[in-house]
């Protein structure tokens, strides 16, 4: 049978809410034989999910999520097969982590001039003890439990998306940053979720050709937001501009409307082209 991966998940560690074994659990009922951990700014799930995938014959491909800045808005950067080790990444990656951490405080400060008071104690409960990333979703996870808001979507429409009145904006990594900063650790560079970067008055072609210049190396093709019509149209991107080829669920276990680990589920053949590109040998 096609071996197959989910190649965009997240756990607990950033803002899933399935600790990383209960993702190797879920990732082994949902028959997948790889999925790579891609935690918002943080490697600390890929130790605890390789521990235990290790038995049940899935691989884990060490991956991470960052954030970059692109034109007044954001777009994020997958890294795949990094070295999640590596000491000054990591402590680049704490670092960032810290900075959400006064991010979310500060994102809190400015719910209160809005009439809503919430405790950052609260906001650590959910965002779960120790090292990991806090985030928005967590911040809506908090407005939806206090009854602030109808549903998460409603918490970013109103208080805590692009251009609301709490948004707040994180660090700012250049895209080409990004980039660098994933291939500095030996990984390769994907572009996450086309369909939500706000292109302005550009065409993604022209957004795309662009980050290709700067490094990126690969696209994400398939996506739970991506009709098939959206996938045709990046995978002639990818194309076009010689990208490889990735796609993943961007599961947040219960975060989001529904689990998604699964429902993105891509040949093992586009793993070992990814693995190809960055010079490792071993065949998952
Ligand atoms: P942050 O990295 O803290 O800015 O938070 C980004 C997270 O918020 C990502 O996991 C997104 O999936 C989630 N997010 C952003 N916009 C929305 C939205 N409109 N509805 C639900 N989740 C969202
Ligand atoms: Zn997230
Ligand atoms: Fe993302
Ligand atoms: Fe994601």
């Known amino acids: 049978m096609q071996k197959v991966a989910d190649l965009h998940v997240h756990t607990n560690i950033s803002d899933g809410t399935f600790s990383p074994e209960k993702v190797v659990e ?27 995938a290790g038995d049940m014959n899935i691989e884990i491909i060490p991956g991470v999520e960052l954030t970059a800045e692109l034109y007044d808005d954001e777009i994020h950067i997958l890294g795949y097969f990094i070295d999640w080790q590596d000491e000054l990444f990591t402590k680049k990656l704490e670092e960032f982590c810290r900075v959400r951490e006064e991010r ?15 405790k950052y104690e609260d906001l650590m409960e959910i965002a ?8 928005r979703l967590h911040i809506a996870q908090l407005l939806y439990r206090k009854g602030k808001v109808a549903c998460i979507r409603d918490a970013f429409t109103k208080y805590i998306g692009a251009d609301s009145p709490a948004y707040v904006k994180k660090f700012k990594l250049s895209p080409k940053e990004a980039v660098d900063m994933i291939k500095s650790v030996g990984g ?3 572009l ?17 050709c662009m980050l290709a210049a700067e490094g990126i190396q690969a696209i ?15 995978k002639k991107i990818a194309d076009k501009y010689g990208l490889l080829i990735t796609g993943g669920s961007d ?10 680990l699964g429902k993105i589920k891509v040949p093992y053949e586009l793993v070992e082209k990814l693995r190809l590109s960055v010079g490792r040998t071993e065949i998952g």
Do not use: W
């Open 26 to 52: 879920y990732a082994r009922m949902q028959g997948l034989d790889g999925i790579a951990i891609t935690d918002h700014d943080t490697c600390a799930a890929i130790a605890p999910a390789m521990a235990l």
């Open 192 to 208: 996450a979720h086309p369909k939500t970067i706000n292109t302005d008055n550009k065409s993604l072609k022209d957004i795309v």
């Open 251 to 260: 599961c947040h276990g219960l975060g989001k409307k529904e689990v998604l």
């Open 220 to 234: 994400e093709v398939y996506h739970s937001d991506h009709n098939a019509g959206d996938s045709a149209e990046f």
């Open 188 to 190: 390769v560079a994907a």
């Open 104 to 118: 979310a405080k500060e994102i809190l400060r400015r719910l209160g001039e809005q009439g809503i008071d919430l």
């Open 128 to 135: 779960g003890p120790g090292p990991g990333s806090v985030g």
